[in-house]
């Protein structure tokens, strides 16, 4: 467990097809991250990113991983980056998509009382 008055965060867009995905990841001290080293590690791959198909984030995000080891801060920004873009452009919450869930209330807990549930929309 680590406090801090405040984290620099890493930032992440990614856009193709018209469509924009916003990541952001928090650097961790005790994994001996930094909010510098990851912006670097993720203009290192930015080339390769480039020319890779930002629709096939899982694959993907394997190959940034082999390509970039620890970094966990900036590959959390990026491939939120990636699901955001994918589930932009699906127009539903990338979270469920990722998780293959269609429908939304089957992934809340068993209660009356979460909060904002009432309102939540459901995407097929």
């Not at 394997?62 to 699906?90: C, I, N, T, W, Y």
């Not at 539903?92 to 009356?112: I, W």
Request: hydrophobic letters at 40%; one cysteine or more; a neutral charge.
């Amino acid at each position: 467990m680590s406090t801090s008055q405040f984290r620099d965060a890493i930032q992440v867009r990614v856009t193709s097809d018209g469509v924009t995905g916003v990541g952001e990841g928090a650097p961790i001290v005790r994994y001996h991250e930094n909010a510098e080293d990851g912006a670097k590690a993720i203009a290192a791959i930015t080339p390769a990113l480039q020319t890779a198909n930002l629709w096939h984030s899982q694959k993907l995000m394997e190959q940034v991983s082999k390509a970039m080891p620890g970094q966990f801060a900036a590959k959390a920004a990026l491939e939120l980056a990636l699901l955001d873009h994918s589930g932009s452009r699906r127009i539903e919450p990338s979270s469920f998509a990722a998780l293959g869930r269609h429908d939304c209330k089957s992934a809340l807990p068993d209660r009356d009382w979460v909060v904002g549930a009432e309102g939540l929309r459901c995407w097929l």
